[in-house]
């Protein structure tokens, strides 16, 4: 018998098997989406993943594939075995992977309908005014879904009248897949063929002229013959033909009903992509001597290495360098992926390599909306797109015949998926994608992972350093502001030195724009009662609320909770309230006031300005443009961003960056002050960065003064090792959730217990995480540090699941979450 395994978008593990019907046996394939019954009652649309022929155990009874959903696969095999590896490597179910890998609009769950009972006798006289209601509307349209159940009641709890109305066998429930893709579709008229002959149309045309009342009919028609003849189209689109004549709708309806015109509906593109396929002009761009050497470098290593990492300062030209292999790749008939670790990135990126390759380049992230990333979808898989450009969603796209990855900005953290699962990181991920297609990978950075450079300097990835600016332009000139000295010596203005404030003003006057970095939105972490110290918290987490003036509202960045800005204190009832610390929209809002005229714009780029499909893009156009001579960001504005006339690059609190409590936190304060030091003086001249601190003699301040990267990484190095840390051991994170504390706490203590008795080192916790409760949920922590070696790995995983099984079979620990982190970043 044939037997189907197939993957369903929940989170639950094992195997699901279905048997396949005869009917359907000569046209299933691998990567098809299947209609099946899951449970009771819900119906899912499944991908297939294994066919086989087998036998059915005695013991078990298997459904049925009720139907298929496609006349093709659409996960081809290599993503198939990508979601396989990702779900063995993160500890998660491919059920996890699925959903987060195919666009929603393919993952088709069922509808719940109301159905008649044909059996019933229509006696409606014991009903109440509800169940009447409903009943009275299934004997006119025999069925109804929940949703016109709702309309019909005014009300969304309808469940309690419908339940009544089964235990009266008024009527019964079924459960139906609903297609959410649908495919966008435009008018075109075309002319009949009657009218196709010249004799005939010459008849029509002195017909309409002849009737004074059929003279706005004979307008129309002349206009499509026009529209046809300048086109050179047979179809003109509805809307375009009615655009070009001042009629009414009427009057094409009319020419319809005479049989004139013949009514089309097409399906067509949402993606709005240029017409030309190519730039008009050659794009033409001399590498130097030193990016030739590179790209040289590059192209012998690749021969004998699947990744190598390439370290190249910033505006050194390391795109160029990527555009030169991708045009190889595509010469030689493959495909491209590009990774960008920000949104924000791609809309930068995508004009600059639209030059270059036309329509043949596809971007893809989640600010698409879920019928863009269907069409999307299907264009990288009949390999129209031969370059995707995306963020790291972008891995698990259909991909036939690809080439080459490039994972740009490869250090950056917004890599690794956080909540839900599964916690993948796209660059290990799109490594593992390219051996699956035997392809190559750049990893591109001016400031590398450890992971990455100790890889590369471990002979495990290839190397290739450019140390020089394009156009022999020098890094910019780095300024240390002692905070603890501006403040004795009282030139301190708000949050900003004096010294600041006149170089920004000074920056501003010659023409020049600047960058201010404050990782950090909102106006204020929080507010202070000065009389009892009181401070607003959120009531489902354990974080204080931050200000935000805009919306003037108090609001948790972990659950979404907000309330309305407070002006009495909740505990003593003090109006003395304070404002603390400082956000983005703090330092924009008082920038204001150093510049007076009106002539400067300042700008913010935060994930509250930018929630829009095209926030980020609206932003960084008019900063390219300068019609902002400031932008104020968090770390996106640190994202590889190139701008031409940025002159002055400002860190205003070094300290915040260097103070986070965790073990990688060296690394991203040097990754992300470097990074935006190197979005100045990108062009003609030398820059300048400014970087504000109270602890000045921090050695990876120096680091970044001298942009030692080699220093800095012998010396992070040697106390990764000293405490054993990655790249010497791997972490597993496990957090574990409950709505009581104490439940969760005796859960995580269990789980310690079973994992040391099978591992005898590196089990640690359980912990109290540093925010102990989120969205009413107390969590606990525990770590693993495991050999770097990959049949450790593999041992402690395996003993890790066994654990997990076992608190999830006990009674107590059932509702117990457990939430697995593997190499988290």
């Not at 795109?319 to 990135?345: C, F």
């Not at 750049?442 to 450019?466: Q, W």
């Not at 031409?644 to 690394?667: C, I, K």
Request: aromatic fraction near 8%; proline fraction near 4%.
């Amino acid at each position: 018998m044939l037997l189907a395994q197939v993957i369903v978008p929940l989170s639950l593990s094992g195997d699901f098997t279905y048997i396949v019907p005869d009917h359907l046996a000569n046209t299933l394939q691998n990567g098809m989406r299947v209609e099946v019954q899951f449970g009771a009652k819900r119906v899912y649309a499944g991908i297939v993943k294994h066919l086989y022929d087998g036998e059915i155990p005695a013991n078990l009874t298997l459904k049925t594939i009720s139907n298929i959903l496609d006349d093709r696969p659409i996960v081809p095999p290599n993503a198939l075995r990508l979601w396989q590896w990702v779900a063995d490597y993160y500890i998660c179910t491919e059920g996890e992977v699925m959903q987060a890998a195919l666009p929603t609009a393919f993952k088709l769950s069922s509808q719940t309908k109301l159905i008649l009972n044909p059996d019933h006798a229509n006696d409606f006289d014991l009903l109440d005014d509800q169940e009447f209601l409903i009943a009275e509307a299934l004997s006119m349209r025999q069925e109804l879904t929940l949703e016109e159940a709702q309309t019909i009641l005014e009300t969304k709890n309808v469940m309690l009248t419908v339940k009544s109305l089964l235990e009266k066998g008024v009527l019964f429930i079924q459960e139906e897949l609903v297609e959410r893709y649908k495919p966008q579709l435009q008018t075109y008229l075309s002319l009949s063929p009657l009218y196709e002959q010249t004799d005939q149309l010459q008849d029509l045309l002195e017909q309409l002229q002849k009737n004074k009342n059929t003279e706005k009919q004979l307008m129309l028609l002349m206009a499509f013959l026009h529209l046809s003849k300048t086109t050179q189209k047979d179809s003109i689109l509805k809307k375009d033909l009615l655009e070009k004549v001042d009629v009414s709708d009427s009057v094409l309806k009319t020419l319809l009903k005479k049989g004139v015109f013949i009514e089309t509906p097409k399906a067509v593109s949402r993606l709005n992509s240029p017409s030309a396929q190519h730039a008009e002009e050659p794009i033409t761009y001399v590498l130097a001597d030193f990016q030739r050497t590179a790209l040289t470098d590059l192209q012998q290593q690749l021969q004998t290495k699947t990744v190598v990492l390439l370290h190249g300062v910033t505006a050194s030209g390391k795109t160029q360098l990527y555009i030169e292999l991708i045009q190889e790749t595509l010469a030689a008939g493959k495909q491209a992926l590009y990774l960008l670790p920000e949104i924000a990135l791609t809309a930068q990126m995508v004009a600059r390599l639209r030059k270059v390759f036309g329509n043949d380049i596809g971007v893809y992230h989640s600010r698409f909306n879920d019928q863009e990333r269907v069409e999307i979808w299907h264009k990288v898989l009949q390999q129209e797109y031969k370059v995707v450009l995306g963020a790291r969603s972008a891995v698990f796209l259909p991909f036939q015949n690809l080439g080459i990855v490039v994972v740009d900005e490869e250090h950056d953290p917004s890599f690794k998926q956080h909540d839900p699962a599964p916690y993948y990181h796209a660059r290990d991920t799109a490594i593992y994608l390219a051996n699956l297609h035997k392809a190559k990978v750049i990893l591109g950075s001016a400031t590398p992972s450890l992971e990455s450079y100790y890889n590369a300097s471990t002979d495990k990835y290839g190397l290739v350093s450019m140390m020089t600016r394009f156009g022999g332009v020098d890094l910019p000139k780095i300024e240390l502001i002692d905070l603890r000295q501006a403040t004795q010596n009282k030139a301190m203005q708000s949050h900003f030195s004096r010294y600041l404030i006149e170089t920004l003003q000074q920056t501003v006057a010659q023409g020049h724009q600047a960058i201010i970095f404050q990782n950090r939105r909102g106006y204020s972490p929080y507010l202070l009662c000065a009389d009892c110290e009181w401070i607003p918290q959120c009531v489902q987490c354990d974080v204080s609320l931050t200000y935000h003036k805009n919306s003037n509202e108090l609001r948790c960045h972990y659950c979404g909770y907000k309330r309305p800005y407070i002006t009495h204190c909740d505990s003593c009832k003090s109006t003395r309230l304070q404002i603390q610390g400082f956000g983005t929209e703090k330092i924009e809002d008082e920038l204001q006031a150093f510049f007076v005229d009106k002539a400067v714009q300042i700008g913010r780029l935060d994930l509250d300005t930018a929630r829009t499909k095209h926030g980020f893009e609206q932003i960084i156009t008019n900063f390219e443009n300068n019609k902002l001579q400031i932008l104020v960001g968090t770390q996106m504005v640190t994202k590889g961003l190139d701008f031409d006339n940025v002159n002055l690059s400002v860190v205003l609190s070094a300290d915040q960056l260097l103070a986070y409590p965790d073990f990688r936190a060296s690394e991203r304060a040097f990754q992300l002050m470097t990074q935006v030091s190197g979005r100045a003086g990108r062009r003609d001249q030398q820059g300048k960065v400014l970087i504000q601190a109270h602890n000045t003699a921090h050695r990876i301040l120096d680091n970044v003064l001298q942009n030692d990267y080699a220093t800095f990484y012998q010396t992070e190095l040697y106390e990764r090792q000293q405490y054993h840390y990655p790249p010497f051991t791997r972490l597993i994170v496990i957090t574990l959730k409950h709505k009581d504390s104490n439940i969760v706490q005796q859960a995580a203590v269990q789980l310690v217990r079973h994992l040391q008795h099978h591992i005898k080192t590196g089990v640690l916790g359980p912990t109290v995480p540093l925010i102990a409760r989120i969205r009413n949920l107390f969590l606990r922590q525990v770590i693993l540090k495991i050999a770097r070696n990959t049949a450790s790995l593999h041992q402690s995983k395996q003993i890790l699941r066994q654990s997990m099984q076992q608190i999830a079979t006990q009674k107590d620990f059932k509702s117990v979450q457990l939430v697995i982190d593997v190499d988290p970043y």
